[in-house]
């Protein structure tokens, strides 16, 4: 076969052009936009399709050499929850395959879609164009319902029965660690010759250790601070409230770490947290924690590096993650990651080596393990090293090149299919 030369990837609900950390955007953004650059540095022409969100949007948006972000109008711009998403996926699908229409035959050589709403328009482009389909889930509803956070919406049957469809459909799946492959396999019945671990990575020329007392002052922290730093979308899944509820605890047991305590929150209201875009402001107060607390908007992934690169520690006490990039990130400028022994975090952190894992979501128990880091210096500077080694086995680079040779096998194995 000829090597790759173009390709269409679909996402959907959240454009890689969005800001990380608000609304629908995060880790996925970054993986979509990231590996876009890698496989287009390798030659090959990415098409990006994604929902316009606004008529200001032009339909065609170059976000790099060979990348183009296609905004495909599907639906009202605004005021469109995810939720209401799938009543616009014939209208989107629809538009897709207009696009290769006007293009001469074969113009794509294969589809890789990402979330399960992108994999079902996927599937029909792939049925459609004859070519091989790709699927990153991302997220997964039975995983997600299994571990509901507190208050949470559980996802609907129909996101299930979707997932199940495009695994069903999906030439291969690409999963992000091999606990993911095994819930593809267990949960949704995938072929385990068809799923492939391809780890997601981090640019460590953004996210690298930085000069801890410039870059406090340049944020306004203080030089001696314990900085407890939560970065991500604010919604129940990434548990936000339980650092704050476990910062209660520590000082209560410590109430002298209390003047050098400081906790920024990065990030805006997501998902469920829309519904309730005041809650954790309100946690904080209720907690008597306004003085130490403070909420920072999303920012660029250069400031966010500077922020990581400023904590004492990077507390991740999600839930669920199906890979836990802001850890992988957070130990890339050398900052010790606290992080739920969950999904991807698993994999991402290495237990007293680059970080510690908790068990469960328990304030008293999150508690100690800050404290440990907080207060034993020793543990705390091999960590840092520990964390800079961790964040060596990720890269983007690599991510691009497994990515490419999963693309190359579905399509040998949809050519043997068919012959």
């Keep these: 076969m000829d090597p790759i030369k173009r390709l269409a990837m679909i ?14 955007a995060g880790g996925m953004n970054v993986y979509v936009i990231e590996v876009a650059r890698r496989l287009a540095a390798r030659g090959i022409e990415v098409d990006i399709f994604t929902r316009a ?36 996926l014939c209208v989107f699908a629809r538009e897709v395959l207009r ?15 990402h979330y399960w709403l992108s994999g079902q328009v996927g599937a ?42 495009v695994v069903e459909a999906a030439d291969m799946l690409i999963a992000n660690t091999d606990l993911e492959a095994t819930q593809l396999v267990e949960l949704y019945g995938a072929d385990p010759g068809c799923v492939e671990v391809v780890h997601p990575g981090v640019d460590l020329t953004v996210f690298r250790p930085h000069d801890r007392a410039a870059t406090r002052r340049e944020l306004g922290l203080p030089a001696d601070a314990h900085v407890l730093l939560f970065a991500g979308r604010i919604q129940p899944l990434k548990a936000p409230d339980v650092l704050l509820r476990a910062v209660a605890v520590l000082l209560d047991r410590r109430p002298g770490l209390r003047a050098r305590m400081v906790v920024p929150v990065v990030g805006g209201p997501s998902g469920s947290g ?8 309100a946690l904080a107060t209720e907690l008597g924690l306004d003085d130490v607390v403070r909420f920072v908007p999303p920012v660029s992934q250069a400031d966010l590096a500077r922020w990581y690169a400023a904590a004492t520690l990077v507390a991740v006490p999600s839930y669920n993650e199906s890979f836990g ?13 606290v992080a739920a022994a969950v999904g991807g975090l698993t994999t991402v952190v290495r237990d007293r080596h680059s970080g510690l894992l908790v068990d469960g979501h328990d304030a008293g128990v999150w508690a100690s393990a800050l404290g440990r880091v907080l207060e034993d210096d020793g543990l705390r500077v091999s960590l840092e090293a520990g964390a800079l080694e961790q964040a060596r086995q990720f890269s983007w680079e690599a991510t691009a090149r497994r990515t490419l040779e999963v693309y190359e096998r579905a399509r040998s194995a949809m050519r043997e299919s068919v012959s």
């Design 11 to 24: 996402s959907l609900h959240t454009s890689p052009l969005d800001q990380p950390g608000t609304g629908d």
């Design 53 to 88: 969100t606004s008529s200001a949007l032009e339909p065609l948006v170059a976000a790099g050499d060979g990348i183009t972000v296609r905004h495909v109008h599907a639906g009202p711009f605004e005021g469109l929850t995810k939720a209401e998403l799938p009543g616009q």
């Design 99 to 113: 696009t290769e229409a006007a293009q001469p035959l074969g113009h794509y050589d294969a589809v890789h879609s």
């Design 124 to 165: 029909l482009a792939r049925d459609r164009w004859g070519v091989p389909l790709v699927h990153s889930m991302h997220t997964m509803a039975k995983v997600k319902n299994a571990a509901l956070a507190v208050g949470d919406t559980p996802e609907p049957a129909a996101r299930i029965i979707g997932e199940e469809q």
């Design 274 to 281: 829309l519904d309730r875009p005041e809650s954790l402001a």
């Design 325 to 337: 990039l802001v850890a992988a990130e957070a130990q890339a400028t050398g900052t010790p990651v």
